[in-house]
């Protein structure tokens, strides 16, 4: 998708659609009430008859006639104006899209309206309502036809919007690889073609580097978390380690962990039918990770950053793991099995004790880690614990630059009791009381005193019930926080 900004007024300007946008209670904007007058009022009177008042999300749609610079005008309601935020940004550009997107190439954008510091976080909405996963359909038909989108303002500069254009592109083009990883089948995307990918990132890049540890490698490092989800599964682990340089020297160092759990079947505590459908999803963190780190190539910002994924599948081969076993994890940390269906902390106690060795100045890990967080957050946000208030409170306020709903839920010392094991240093699960928080606390033995930060992105990553804002499959929800996080570093 390219984007294009332009200082004429939005009528004027020759395109597929053309969206005005407009606040609850506020009169049609001006450049709509010019489209008005060349139809007559037909469009003031379908707002009247429709009963639109501006509420977030209503549209009126008004097919013009042959002789128009456009064939469809949308008038997009975007609710109270001092309830307006990124996320109703983010989503306005995605409703913008469904109610354009299959008849138009080109959409024209009256932005006159709307504060420009909401510029990019609304061309990212464009370009990520467009995405579609359309590899295994044999028509190879596509249903969204938008390459272009015009923003028309007075009130923005060429070089902002030149800036803030660049970086949605890199943004939006990475949440799209994201999706992509995620959406792919299992029996497509296995451990070893998700390190294929990690691989293709760094090949040309002059920031980006990649090393891949195999199944020896892992075991010999001493990963015997990894190792031991690995064992059911005929499909070999890997290792993933990203490291991003930026051009600049910086000491600044950032590791950012995701679950790659390509398939979850629950291991030997295997998962009901209804319940392991979907669990290709399980690797959404690892998603994040390299999603990130493609974009960061891009945008070059002056921190340097590691990206680590520790890949396998959960499966119930002869080998596999069982409960009451102990594995030591590479920190030297003993943990019991309790669930083999908790794959994903044991997995990443080695990741978190990687970055650790690594010396860097903090951890940031994103995983679909527990259905508790979706019981308490809801399918919309995820849930955010850390050992540092600080770090806590970086990665929750760039959630809210870019529109992810983000909450902290409290890393409560109390319930460490739950996770105490009698025959190793921790168990991998406790009782079912705050199950999202003791995954967390079970995480904190492995990141040393090293402030860290942990999202469970369970409810947002995957979408099963599709609306305006939201497309049937992956979400790529964390790429655009994190990425914007580190921005700022």
């Known amino acids: ?140 038909r596509r249903k969204n036809r938008i390459e272009e989108v015009c923003i028309a303002s007075r009130r923005i500069s060429a070089n902002y919007f030149s800036g803030e254009a660049a970086y949605a592109s890199a943004v939006s083009s990475s949440v799209a690889f994201s999706r992509d990883l995620v959406n792919d089948p299992p029996n497509i995307l296995t451990p070893s073609i998700l390190a294929e990918h990690a691989l293709s990132i760094s090949e040309g890049s002059e920031h980006i580097s990649c090393k891949v540890l195999d199944r020896d490698e892992i075991r010999q490092m001493g990963m015997g978390g990894l190792s031991a989800v690995s064992f059911g599964s005929s499909e070999p682990p890997r290792f993933i380690h990203l490291s991003y340089s930026p051009p600049v020297k910086s000491r600044k160092k950032v590791a950012i962990v995701g679950k790659g759990i390509t398939f979850d079947s629950g291991g030997l505590c295997l998962k009901p039918a209804d319940s392991m459908r979907t669990m290709k999803m399980d690797m959404s963190g690892a998603a994040v990770v390299l999603g990130t780190m493609k974009a960061l190539g891009e945008l070059t910002p002056s921190v340097n950053v590691h990206g680590i994924v520790p890949a396998t599948e959960n499966m119930t081969g002869a080998s596999a793991y069982k409960p009451d076993d102990v594995v030591t994890a590479l920190n030297g940390k003993t943990i019991e099995i309790i669930n083999t269906d908790a794959e994903g902390r044991v997995a990443l106690s080695d990741a978190l004790s990687y970055a650790v060795r690594l010396g860097v100045s903090e951890i940031v890990d994103l995983a679909t880690l527990t259905g508790a967080c979706i019981v ?111 921005m700022k570093r």
């Open 376 to 486: 308490g957050l809801g399918l919309h946000n995820a849930g955010v614990m850390g050992n540092n208030a600080n770090l806590v409170k970086s990665i929750l306020g760039s959630a809210d630059d870019v529109g992810e709903k983000m909450w902290e839920l409290p890393l409560d010392a109390e319930l460490r009791e739950e996770i105490r094991s009698r025959v190793a240093d921790v168990k991998n699960v406790g009782s079912r009381w705050g199950g999202a928080i003791t995954a967390a606390l079970f995480l904190e033995n492995f990141v040393s005193d090293v402030p860290w930060v942990h999202i469970d992105i369970a409810g947002p990553s995957y979408v099963e019930k599709s609306s305006d804002w939201y497309q049937y499959g992956a979400s790529g929800f964390g790429v655009r926080t994190i990425v914007n996080y580190l």
């Open 1 to 140: 998708m390219e984007f294009f900004l332009v200082k004429d007024n939005v009528a004027d300007v020759e395109s597929d659609s053309v969206v005005f946008f407009c606040y609850e209670r506020q009169r049609l904007p001006a450049a709509a009430r010019k489209i008005d007058s060349k139809l007559g009022g037909f469009l003031s009177d379908k707002v009247k008859s429709s009963d639109f008042k501006g509420a977030f999300g209503k549209t009126v749609v008004v097919d013009t006639p042959g002789d128009f610079n456009t064939k469809t005008a949308v008038l997009l309601g975007l609710g109270k104006k001092e309830d307006f935020g990124a996320l109703e940004a983010f989503r306005a550009a995605n409703i913008a899209v469904a109610r354009t997107g299959q008849h138009s190439r080109t959409v024209s954008v009256d932005f006159s309206n709307v504060d420009r510091e909401f510029l990019k976080v609304f061309l990212e909405g464009m370009a990520c309502g467009t995405y579609e996963y359309g590899k295994f359909k044999s028509s190879g």
